[in-house]
């Protein structure tokens, strides 16, 4: 019996490569949709996985009359005439690579026709086949074995100016500069540099309208809210939330009248705080 090799395979349309419109500093920089990402120690890579297929074949260089390919296990070359070296059968050789790459990836959901053209609108250039002695026999259960190898193709993040990666490699990936502080968001796929004090939205502990009922925050699509209740068991609304971990109480009135701005929705449902004057700058490469 034949074991099989199980592939997963696809990928996405060209359309789904472009960076967006709005790219900008604030935006930050993200991996295209069908890369898979990390973020580690505050760096950024983005990355495809190309998988190479070859076919079986006879004969081979070395056994030239071994013409005859026989299906049965690892395929086998038989000759036409006399042996050669006194062997009955050698193993089957594999094919040049003649086909296109496939797209490995577990975000791909469409079908790419061209993943070395698709590539290229990301900034992949010069993509060198796997060597020979990178590919696998995969065994065939009713059919001539195949040949497979793997490659991983390093790309930019889009909303990264191009005249910052002349030079660089993308295989090792974006920071934000020196003295940014580094926000990670949309799954750990997008990195922004920012220089000014940033603060998820909260509510303070405690209500005095309740003492035993603390204000809690309702994360909702729009602005977020504070909510309790009073004495008497009624749902509370309060006018405002306030930016957490920053010295900053409810007592103080409403963030936005002492140099705070409200980021609504900025990372999901969660709202943030940004003091006033927050400077934006892209990630570098390294």
């Known amino acids: 019996m034949k074991r099989g090799l199980s592939l997963i395979a696809g990928a996405l349309a060209p359309s789904l490569f472009i960076a967006p419109a709005s790219a900008s500093e604030r935006n930050g920089a993200s991996c295209p949709n069908i890369t898979e990402a990390s973020i580690e120690q505050g760096v950024l890579k983005c990355w495809v996985t190309l998988e190479y297929v070859r076919a079986s074949m006879c004969p081979r260089v070395d056994y030239p009359n071994y013409t005859q390919i026989e299906l049965a296990g690892v395929d086998q070359c038989k000759p036409q005439g006399m042996p050669l070296h006194g062997k009955a059968s050698v193993d089957s050789a594999m094919t040049p690579l003649s086909t296109a790459p496939r797209f490995i990836s577990s975000r791909a959901k469409a079908v790419v026709t061209d993943p070395i053209g698709t590539l290229s609108t990301l900034g992949a250039v010069a993509i060198n086949p796997p060597p020979a002695s990178a590919y696998e026999r995969q065994i065939g259960s009713n059919s001539q074995d195949k040949f497979a190898a793997r490659l991983t193709v390093h790309v930019w993040p889009t909303g990264m100016p191009v005249t910052s990666t002349v030079g660089h490699s993308p295989s ?62 009624n749902r509370v609304t309060g006018q405002y939330t306030i930016p957490t971990n920053a010295g900053y109480v409810g007592a103080m009135g409403n963030p936005a009248q002492h140099g705070w701005s409200l980021d609504v929705d900025r990372s999901g449902y969660a709202d943030y705080w940004v003091k006033n004057g927050t400077i934006y700058k892209y990630p570098v490469a390294r």
Do not use: F, Q, Y
Not at 195 to 219: F, M, Q, Y
């Open 172 to 233: 090792r990936g974006v920071a934000c500069p020196a003295g940014m502080a580094t926000e990670m968001l949309d799954g750990m796929r997008r990195l922004v540099c920012i220089g000014a004090d940033v603060h998820k939205a909260g509510c303070d502990g405690v209500n005095p309208l309740n003492p035993l009922s603390p204000w809690t925050i309702e994360r909702r699509t729009g602005r977020d809210l504070c909510m309790s209740t009073d004495i008497t068991g």
